[in-house]
């Protein structure tokens, strides 16, 4: 458990893909054996059985103990993943993950009764391709015999508070291709996996339910609520995971005794307690004594469970790299428990799997009791909630955030222009992706090594996609201009555009709506001229910098100023290109106002108003105006040694304040910035606290650009810095938050919807995960913030929004990371800088209502057109503009604003193409925009010839027709006598794809380039 976890040091490691992975041979997505192995394995598919034709029988009439044999492997926290697959750093943990595979195939050799199952698919392929044929032989029987069972199979177990939907789904969409390859049928999960992280959203249920899955299992929900679950027997329930979704109910359980051996029966080496002394005549035969002990676990664990089916798990972190102890335990166990039948026990224990548990308990007929809304958030103890972690690491959680975005870029172009090492590095990039999904990455709860380590996989992936699409864009555009990411825009640093006089913007858009984007360039020019590929000259603005900006001591680039202009009509999925030129005219530079009167912001939409201190403080929208205010507070982390509650610390995973928030200052320097383009506020609240508030021409949003750090601790304090926005909103202690970027969820100040709360800890116990968007509203005015990574979130007064945006502290929180989240960089505190978007407007019907522009928005943050810059020094405007394509889309029309083209990437087969299309609209939302919309294929790729098109489950690892879900009935529903229930949409009929609110349809689309 985490909570007995070591600490270690760390190396380096990248995760390479399956398109280069040596001794596995691909022929149209399936497997290939060598031909000396072929005949075996076919024999092996002709005899075996897995999945539900392989569980074991449960006994009437009797208590049947599923035994889980598991081991629970990150991938990546106390050490990085290479440390943690290859075991090195022993001092700090003992873990090795190829010693775990090792030993478990050569223990279920040994008896075909043994069973085991495995989750990470990034450790299994990794282990995978070093085996010999022998060993991938015998490991396909034991998974053909459904006796290595692989549940979850996504690429980690993944976080479900700071990971967004679409990294979510493309996680696992690349474990399961890869079992699915190279196991067939029997390699495909059923059961949901996810026995570690901190809290459950109910996305993550229904992205299950739409994979397939059968149910899903997890250890962590709050004490109370767990306690209050076990009491009533409602531990296993029925998850309605989508209020827009058919079809989304989950079974789910809640396992007993976290995801460990019971006390007293854990037989691992790394594990303290007695085996089974089983000798005849000898003095420490502790058969009796143990059988009888295990049966006083189960007979008590029964009465908090409905079922005559009990799952145990039989494992925990990094067990089994001597698996041949586990096993010879647990036979005897089996066996020695088993013949107490004979004298009257009803207790009957075997080896079994998730999904063998799943039957078993669906074949009893029952009913099951509901659950509608999450299990966040998460607290271990009255004092112990695990919402820190929401905003732990904002600058790895913004890191991971760009690297999804330039996965959807990457992808699509390397589907454009498809080559053997342009998919090995889409490969690269979709494998580091998936290992920051994971629950100790994207949450920031591992040690600092491995956040560094996390970083260094990242950029070594960003770097290897940037190849593929520099190679497309020079292919498409017939030009050899060198297409460069600008990844320093954060510091406002990009070296081309710093040092060349001639330079190339161009902007890829990656989602199926045109798109626009204002560009913010760091020159240092004072003066350009852009042009588009008409030759259109752009309107241009030269915006100072911030000093806080300028002045970071780690910039390297000697720009203080930013060229901005407006890039309009970004095609769908398509770029734009445009040609900048320095021009050495005599202008000034933009003029920077300091006042310290009130002043004004605005667009001829909106105005912001500052009051006399420096302080937003309305806003006016046509003729209305409304309180606006927003300000940065601190809370200081507590500080305690954790050896009662009550003294816990704030730390990687816990937020417990020991202070109500205080205001980081009580007046703020201001600069007025004015142009076309762009108006600006620049802030500055404290040495550590800075901000830009922008409003850009014909813009609703208002955009904050914040920056935090270094934190000061000279003090002898840690900091959890907040940022504020009031507004008069009469919200009566409802808001709602995202889950995982999709549908939202409706949170009650101090309320939970299954039991009664009683707070010791107010603010934290009132935080919940915001991946992309917090809002409140009442019956006239609604405002929503989106940022630009998760972070914690509350409204703990009404019509007030609060998001934690950096924490830097003193003392671990005692639950395994062993370090006090005190990052730095380059020798000081870290810094970090980021986005809000602030909408507020009334409810009333309009042209375009306020959420419309909250969900258009809300894509346009995640994936804006992505920048690339060009050297043109020896290319001249007149040589770009005759000699090469600079405007190019694959799409002939946008799609509707409503759709939105989730996936498009290059499948298996040559001219195929792995396709998601998804509603981006809830239901009752918006009278138009939440409306079902049919789409016609022939249409919106009407640059192709459309030769065959097949649905898919979500994952794509199963034909859609080839999909049926276990049924499982809620209280007090009686339960039919038919109970599966089979999908109803199978082939495609027609070109017409029909999508109803929130709906998810997947394709794989073969089709050529016309």
């Given at each position: 458990m985490r909570c007995l976890r070591l600490a270690l040091f760390a190396a380096a490691f990248l995760l390479l893909g399956a398109a280069a992975r040596p001794g596995r041979r691909h022929r149209g997505g399936r497997l290939v054996l060598d031909a000396h192995h072929q005949w075996k394995y076919n024999e092996i598919k002709r005899d075996a059985k897995c999945g539900y034709e392989s569980c074991p029988a449960p006994v009437d009439g009797m208590l049947n103990v599923h035994l889980v044999p598991h081991s629970h492997d990150d991938v990546g926290w106390l050490k990085t993943v290479d440390q943690y697959y290859y075991g090195s750093s022993t001092n700090h943990q003992l873990a090795g993950v190829q010693y775990i595979l090792d030993s478990v195939v050569e223990a279920l050799r040994k008896n075909p009764e043994r069973r085991f199952i495995y989750v990470e698919s990034a450790f299994f392929f990794k282990w995978w391709d070093e085996q010999t044929p022998d060993i991938q032989e015998a490991v396909q029987q034991l998974v053909q015999e459904g006796r290595l069972e692989f549940v979850g199979g996504a690429w980690s177990m993944n976080d479900e508070a700071a990971s967004h939907y679409q990294s979510l789904i493309d996680q696992f969409t690349w474990g399961l291709r890869l079992l699915n390859d190279t196991?067939?049928?029997?390699?495909?999960?059923?059961?949901?996996?996810?026995?570690?992280?901190?809290?459950?959203?109910?996305?993550?249920?229904?992205?299950?339910?739409?994979?397939?899955?059968?149910?899903?299992?997890?250890?962590?929900?709050?004490?109370?609520?767990?306690?209050?679950?076990?009491?009533?027997?409602?531990?296993?329930?029925?998850?309605?995971?989508?209020?827009?979704?058919?079809?989304?109910?989950?079974?789910?359980?809640?396992?007993?005794?976290?995801?460990?051996?019971?006390?007293?029966?854990?037989?691992?080496?790394?594990?303290?307690?007695?085996?089974?002394?089983?000798?005849?005549?000898?003095?420490?035969?502790?058969?009796?004594?143990?059988?009888?002990?295990?049966?006083?676990?189960?007979?008590?664990?029964?009465?908090?469970?409905?079922?005559?089916?009990?799952?145990?798990?039989?494992?925990?972190?990094?067990?089994?790299?001597?698996?041949?102890?586990?096993?010879?335990?647990?036979?005897?166990?089996?066996?020695?428990?088993?013949?107490?039948?004979?004298?009257?026990?009803?207790?009957?224990?075997?080896?079994?799997?998730?999904?063998?548990?799943?039957?078993?308990?669906?074949?009893?007929?029952?009913?099951?009791?509901?659950?509608?809304d999450d299990f966040f958030p998460y607290a271990s103890d009255p004092h112990s909630y695990w919402t820190g972690y929401f905003t732990s690491r904002p600058t790895s959680k913004r890191m991971e955030r760009q690297g999804n975005h330039l996965l959807q870029v990457c992808k699509q172009l390397t589907a454009l222009n498809p080559t053997a090492e342009g998919e090995k590095h889409l490969t690269a990039l979709r494998e580091a992706i998936g290992v920051m999904q994971h629950h100790d990455a994207i949450t920031g709860t591992e040690k600092q090594h491995v956040t560094d380590d996390y970083s260094r996989m990242l950029h070594v992936a960003f770097e290897a996609c940037e190849i593929n699409t520099n190679d497309a864009l020079q292919a498409l555009s017939k030009s050899e201009l060198k297409f460069e990411s600008c990844n320093l825009l954060n510091i406002s640093q990009c070296e081309v555009s710093e040092t060349k006089e001639n330079f190339v913007v161009t902007l890829y858009n990656p989602l199926a709506q045109a798109n626009y984007k204002y560009v913010r360039l760091p020159v240092t020019g004072n003066s350009y001229v852009v042009k588009d590929h008409q030759g259109f000259e752009i309107p241009t603005q030269m915006v100072p910098m911030p000093p806080p900006v300028a002045d970071l001591f780690y910039r390297t680039g000697l720009s203080t100023q930013e060229l901005v202009f407006l890039a309009n009509d970004v095609p769908p999925m398509g770029y734009r290109s445009y040609y900048v030129t320095e021009t050495y005219d005599a202008v000034p530079p933009q003029e920077r106002k300091t006042k310290k009167d009130t002043v004004s912001i605005g667009n001829n939409l909106l105005t912001l108003n500052?009051?006399?201190?420096?302080?937003?403080?309305?806003?006016?929208?046509?003729?209305?105006?409304?309180?606006?205010?927003?300000?940065?507070?601190?809370?200081?982390?507590?500080?305690?040694?954790?050896?009662?509650?009550?003294?816990?610390?704030?730390?990687?995973?816990?937020?417990?304040?020991?202070?109500?928030?205080?205001?980081?200052?009580?007046?703020?320097?201001?600069?007025?910035?004015?142009?076309?383009?762009?108006?600006?506020?620049?802030?500055?609240?404290?040495?550590?606290?800075?901000?830009?508030?922008?409003?850009?021409?014909?813009?609703?949003?208002?955009?904050?650009?914040?920056?935090?750090?270094?934190?000061?601790?000279?003090?002898?304090?840690?900091?959890?810095?907040?940022?504020?926005?009031?507004?008069?909103?009469?919200?009566?202690?409802?808001?709602?938050?995202?889950?995982?970027?999709?549908?939202?969820?409706?949170r009650v100040r101090n309320q939970r919807e299954t039991w009664d709360l009683e707070l010791m800890e107010p603010v934290a116990g009132n935080y919940y995960p915001v991946t992309t968007k917090i809002a409140l509203e009442d019956d006239s005015l609604r405002m929503a913030v989106l940022n630009d990574r998760a972070q914690g979130g509350t409204s703990m007064e009404d019509g007030v929004i609060e998001l934690m945006v950096h924490r830097r502290l003193l003392r671990d929180d005692a639950f395994g990371v062993g370090e006090a989240l005190n990052e730095t960089a380059y020798g000081v505190g870290l810094i970090a800088r980021g986005k809000h978007y602030l909408l507020i407007g009334s409810k009333a019907p309009q042209i375009t209502p306020i959420q419309v522009r909250e969900r258009v928005l809300q894509n346009r943050v995640m994936l804006s057109p992505w920048l690339f810059v060009s050297d043109a020094t020896d290319v001249s405007f007149d040589q770009w503009q005759s000699n090469f394509v600079n405007m190019y889309s694959t799409m002939i029309a946008s799609l509707p604003a409503n759709v939105n083209l989730l996936t498009f990437e290059a499948w298996k087969q040559p001219a195929t193409y792995l396709v998601r299309f998804e509603h981006l609209f809830e239901k009752n939302e918006d009278s138009l925009y939440s409306a079902p919309v049919t789409l016609d294929l022939e249409v919106v790729f009407s640059e192709f010839e459309i030769v065959d098109v097949r649905e898919t489950t979500l994952a794509a690892n199963q034909w859609k027709e080839d999909s049926s879900r276990l049924k499982f009935y809620a209280d007090p529903v009686p339960v039919p006598e038919e109970v599966t229930r089979k999908n109803t949409i199978n082939k495609m009929n027609s070109m017409e794809v029909e999508l109803t609110p929130m709906e998810i349809r997947t394709f794989v689309i073969q089709m050529n380039k016309k």
């Open positions: 196991f067939g049928e029997c390699g495909r999960p059923r059961a949901g996996w996810q026995i570690d992280p901190f809290g459950h959203s109910r996305e993550q249920a229904s992205i299950f339910a739409q994979m397939g899955f059968d149910g899903m299992f997890f250890a962590r929900l709050d004490w109370r609520d767990k306690s209050k679950r076990l009491e009533d027997q409602t531990a296993e329930m029925l998850w309605k995971s989508s209020a827009n979704l058919e079809d989304s109910d989950v079974f789910t359980s809640v396992l007993y005794n976290h995801y460990s051996a019971p006390p007293g029966f854990c037989f691992d080496v790394l594990c303290r307690d007695d085996p089974f002394v089983d000798g005849k005549y000898s003095a420490e035969n502790n058969v009796r004594q143990k059988v009888d002990d295990f049966l006083t676990f189960i007979n008590t664990m029964a009465t908090r469970y409905r079922s005559n089916n009990l799952i145990i798990t039989m494992g925990d972190d990094f067990n089994y790299m001597d698996a041949n102890m586990n096993f010879v335990n647990m036979d005897k166990l089996i066996k020695y428990t088993n013949e107490r039948q004979s004298t009257g026990s009803n207790v009957n224990l075997l080896y079994s799997t998730p999904t063998c548990y799943l039957k078993a308990v669906h074949d009893e007929n029952l009913t099951w009791p509901t659950k509608t500052f009051d006399e201190n420096g302080f937003l403080s309305t806003i006016k929208i046509g003729d209305d105006t409304h309180r606006l205010q927003q300000d940065f507070l601190y809370y200081e982390g507590a500080y305690g040694n954790n050896e009662v509650f009550e003294n816990r610390s704030s730390g990687a995973y816990i937020f417990r304040p020991n202070s109500t928030g205080l205001h980081a200052a009580q007046s703020v320097e201001l600069t007025v910035i004015e142009g076309d383009q762009v108006q600006e506020v620049h802030q500055r609240f404290n040495e550590y606290i800075s901000q830009v508030i922008r409003v850009y021409d014909n813009e609703m949003q208002v955009e904050f650009e914040w920056m935090v750090g270094p934190i000061p601790i000279d003090d002898g304090k840690g900091k959890e810095i907040i940022t504020r926005y009031y507004s008069d909103i009469q919200s009566e202690g409802v808001f709602w938050t995202d889950s995982n970027g999709r549908e939202m969820m409706r």
